[in-house]
């Protein structure tokens, strides 16, 4: 399979833990991206990288995220000090450096995310 | 700021029948609008991307309209299938070209 994959699929946490998330994008795609989506929402953007640099942070990405991509190539989302509203499905997309095709994006099956 | 809508979140037809749903966007012009298919607890997946000098594309059983006037895309099913029921998310690249921006997605219930 090469598409993009996350990990873990599933995580509860307490309120207050810390949480990490793994995406590994499809292998030639230099952007990753992303997304938070909530019951009945679509999928709202958090962040972009163009290969190791972060070039964009969404105002939802609070002083509690931070996303790494150490080497270009996989990219974890750390999510400190847990809250409830944090429970979502985080979502990682990855796509080729491209415009031709329109920023296509492919999504990987979702991380989700349950505070108690 | 960009806003997407789409006119609803659910809708229900019958097997065979055509489905429309609608997407609308305001403060922005883009150079393309792309629609997703979203299966309950799945990543959303690629279906059609439409450009803006193209009024309408096509996809098998899937036909997608863009009005750059109207600022309206139509996204239809024809000869709709149970397997077809899921939500559609339409989706356009911000504005300063970097990422998506998506609706709220209409979820379709094709009964048989």
């Known amino acids: 399979d090469t598409g993009v994959s996350q990990d873990p699929r599933h995580k509860i946490t307490k309120r207050g833990q810390n949480v990490t998330f793994r995406c590994d994008p499809i292998?030639?795609?230099?952007?990753l991206y992303w997304y938070r989506q909530t019951l009945g929402q679509g999928p709202e953007f958090l962040t972009y990288?163009?290969?190791?640099?972060?070039?964009?942070k969404s105002r939802l990405l609070s002083d509690r995220f931070s996303a790494e991509r150490p080497k270009g190539s996989f990219s974890t989302l750390e999510i400190q000090r847990t809250e409830q509203g944090d429970s979502a499905m985080y979502l990682c997309?990855?796509?080729?450096?491209?415009?031709?095709?329109?920023?296509?994006?492919?999504f990987g099956e979702g991380s989700w995310l349950t505070v108690v | 700021s960009q806003k997407i809508e789409q006119n609803s979140e659910a809708l229900n037809i019958q097997e065979g029948k055509t489905a429309t749903l609608t997407c609308n966007y305001t403060n922005y012009s883009p150079a393309y609008l792309q629609w997703y298919r979203q299966d309950p607890g799945r990543g959303p997946v690629f279906l059609l991307l439409?450009?803006?000098?193209?009024k309408e594309k096509r996809k098998e059983r899937l036909k997608v309209t863009f009005d750059t006037t109207l600022k309206q895309s139509l996204f239809h099913i024809t000869a709709s299938q149970p397997a077809d029921s899921a939500t559609y998310l339409c989706?356009?690249?911000?504005?300063?070209?970097?990422?998506?921006?998506f609706g709220k997605g209409t979820t379709l219930s094709v009964s048989s």
């Open positions: 292998s030639e795609h230099n952007r």
């Open positions: 997309a990855s796509s080729p450096d491209d415009r031709s095709y329109g920023n296509t994006i492919y």
């Open positions: 990288f163009q290969n190791e640099a972060q070039l964009e």
């Open positions: 989706a356009l690249v911000n504005q300063a070209g970097t990422a998506l921006i």
């Open positions: 439409i450009r803006e000098n193209e």
